[in-house]
C-alpha cells in the first residue's frame, strides 16, 4: 500500500508539517501541488507551513482547494539551488530549506519535506537537527520494490565512506524505518556486499556483520548481493552510502532502459497496437509497481528531528507521497523506535 | 552484434584455446556443448583443448559434432569447486583450471575460459600470468546494454578498494577493451561516481579524473550516475570493484523483476494471453537486447595472458559467447592495445 493510503487510516490530530516551497526541479509549482494533494488525504487535520516567495506561491495557492483552509504562508525570498555548495547553503540562515528545518528543531512542526539540492539538505539537517544520541552519522534510507514485498535501503548517498560500526547505526536505523514505515513486526537485514559467502568484502564489513548479529533487537540474515535486492530476500539492505547510491541509481536506469523498449515496441506495429491496448491493464499494474514516484521519500535517518528528502525532479504524486511518508514517520515516532534498538 | 556473429567475420589461423570443462554450476555438460556452439561458428579453424575429467567428458563429446575434428582432451580429475577459497585454490596445480591458464602461460593456447569460481580464477590467472608492465592489479571487464549501444564497465568485483591509479589504469584498459572488442574508435569514458559534478565523491575518483584526462590517448567524458549506465552517455564506465560488482549485479535484479512480472501478467487473462502471441516478436526482440547470455565473458584485464570468466550459471549458448570474446580478444591483441595507451 502506498504511504498516501496509508496515511489516510492514521489518527491525525494537530499535526504541523514544514515544506520547503523552493526546493526542486519544478518548484514551487509542484510542491505547492503535492502539498495540496497531501492535504486532501490528511481531510484538512494535518497544518501545513509553506516557507517562500509568497509572491510565486499565493497564485498556486488560489488554485489549491484543500490547502485552502490548513497551511500557514512563510514567506522568505530565499532559496537553495542545486548548484550551491552545502558549505555556501549552510551560511543562508533565511533559506526556505533552512527555515523548514528549523520548524522542525523548533517544534513548530513534526517533519520538514524538501525536494532540493541534498547535499545542502544534509548540511543543514544535520547542522539545525544533530545526531541522535548513539548515531555517528546521518544516513539516506528510502523503500525501493522487490519480487516480494517492499525493502528499506540506507545509506543512499548520504555518505562516502562507512566503517563497520556506521553501517550497524544504518542497521539499526534501518530496522525501525522498516517497522515503522512499513510494519514489518521484526525485518531481516543483510548488508550490501561483492558476495554472498561469509569471507566475501572487505574488514568493515565483516566486523558490521558481527556487530548486528550482537544486538538482540536486529535479525541478522546475510550478506547480499545488487541482484538479489529486487528478490527482497531481506527486509533491510545495509549499504554504504557509495554503493547504495549506485545501486538505487541503477536499478532506476535499468527499470527505465526496459520501459523505454517496451514503449517503443507497442508503438511499432499495427498489431502491437492492438497488443497494447489488450495489455493496457497489464502495463499500468507494472508501471504502479515499479512507479519511483510511489517510493518518493528517503529519510535523513539518525537527527533529533524527521527530514525528507523528495526527489528532485518527481511530480505532484510523487511529492504528495514524500509528505505521506514524513507524516507517517512523525506520527508513529521512528525516533524512539531507534533509540530504543541501540544498545548501550 | 553479439561476440559469436562477429567471430564469424574473423580470420582465424592456427587457433588454440583452453577451456576449463570441469569450472561452472552445470559443468561439464555446459562447456563442452558451448564449446561445441563455439566451434560451430569457428568451422574447425580453432582447436580446442579442453581440461577436465576424461570419464565424464568423453560421453559428452560423442555427441558434439563440431568439436570432433578440433579438439583435444587433456585428462585431470582434480577441479576447483564454488566453495573452495582462492588461497586454497591456488595450491591446487593440477586442477582443469590451474592447467587451462597453464596453456595460456606456456603459449600452447591464446585464450582461456573458465565459468569457474571467480575468486579462484583471479587468483590462480594473476599468479601464473602476472599483471602487464604498467598495470598494478586486475580488473574484470565487460559489456553491457544500453539504450544507445553496449558499453563497456569495469572493474567488477576483480579488487574490493581501487586507488586513483589502479581506477586510472581501469580507464586505459577499458578504453582498449571497446575498440578491441566492440570496434569504438575513440571510446568516451567516465567514472562511476554519486554526481555527475566535479566536486562529487572521495579524493581518489577526483584524481583518476585527472590522470585519465592527462592520458591524449584517452577521451575522458563525466562523472556518471548509476542511472546513467544503461543511458550509454560513455562508452566505458569505470568503477572501482565493489561499486561496479555491486551495479552490474543491481542491473541484472532490475531486469529479472520486471521480466517476471511481465511472464506472469502474460498469462494473467485470456485478453493478455491474445496481447502476449500479437507481442511475441517484440518481446523476443526485447529479450534478445537484454539477454545476459550475449554479454557473457567478462575479461581479467591486465593480465600476461588472456582469461575470460563465464557466468558460473549460464547456459551453452552464453558459454559459447564467452569464448567467441576470448578468441576476438586474442585475436585482435587487446595487450598490445593495452600496452600501447599506457603512457611512461
Chains 1, 2 share one sequence.
Do not use: W
Not at 38 to 57: N, Q, R
Not at 313 to 330: E, M, Q, R, Y
Amino acid at each position: 500500500m502506498s504511504s498516501l493510503l496509508r496515511l489516510k487510516q492514521q489518527e491525525l490530530n494537530n499535526i504541523s508539517i514544514a515544506i520547503d516551497a523552493m526546493g526542486g526541479d519544478k518548484a514551487p509549482k509542484i510542491t505547492i501541488r503535492g502539498a495540496n494533494l497531501a492535504a486532501k488525504y490528511t481531510k484538512g487535520k494535518v497544518k501545513f507551513l509553506l516557507f517562500g516567495d509568497e509572491a510565486k506561491l499565493k497564485p498556486l495557492l488560489e488554485k489549491c482547494n484543500y490547502l485552502k483552509d490548513c497551511h500557514e504562508l512563510i514567506h522568505t525570498p530565499d532559496k537553495i539551488t542545486s548548484d550551491d555548495k552545502p558549505s555556501a547553503a549552510m551560511r543562508n540562515r533565511n533559506s526556505s530549506m533552512a527555515l523548514a528545518i528549523n520548524a522542525v528543531k523548533d517544534k513548530a512542526a513534526i517533519a520538514a519535506i524538501s525536494a532540493g539540492n541534498t547535499g545542502a539538505l544534509m548540511a543543514i539537517s544535520t547542522l539545525a537537527l544533530r545526531t541522535l544520541e548513539g548515531i555517528s552519522r546521518p544516513a539516506l534510507g528510502s523503500v525501493l520494490p522487490s519480487q516480494l514485498k517492499p525493502v528499506v535501503m540506507l545509506d543512499l548517498g548520504a555518505n562516502l565512506n562507512s566503517t563497520a560500526q556506521n553501517l550497524y547505526e544504518f542497521a539499526v536505523m534501518g530496522d525501525a524505518f522498516a517497522k515503522v514505515l512499513l510494519g514489518y513486526p521484526k525485518p531481516t537485514i543483510g548488508l550490501l556486499n561483492i558476495g554472498t559467502e561469509e569471507i566475501k568484502g572487505g574488514d568493515e564489513i565483516k566486523a558490521a556483520a558481527e556487530l548486528i548479529k550482537a544486538n538482540p533487537h536486529l535479525t541478522y540474515k546475510q550478506f547480499v548481493e545488487g541482484n538479489q535486492i529486487s528478490q527482497g530476500i531481506v527486509d533491510v539492505v545495509v549499504a554504504d552510502g557509495f554503493s547504495g547510491n549506485v545501486a538505487l541509481k541503477t536499478a532506476e536506469g535499468t527499470a527505465k532502459l526496459i520501459s523505454g523498449f517496451i514503449r517503443k515496441e507497442f508503438k511499432r506495429s499495427f498489431f502491437m497496437k492492438i497488443a497494447a491496448l489488450l495489455a493496457y491493464n497489464s502495463m499500468r499494474r507494472l508501471k504502479r509497481k515499479m512507479d519511483p514516484r510511489y517510493y518518493n521519500g528517503a529519510m535523513m535517518l539518525g537527527l533529533n528531528g524527521i527530514v525528507v528528502k523528495s526527489h528532485g525532479g518527481t511530480d505532484k504524486v510523487g511529492f504528495a507521497h514524500a509528505v505521506a511518508t514524513a507524516i507517517l514517520l512523525a506520527n508513529r515516532d521512528i525516533n524512539s523506535a531507534i533509540k530504543q534498538e541501540l544498545v548501550k
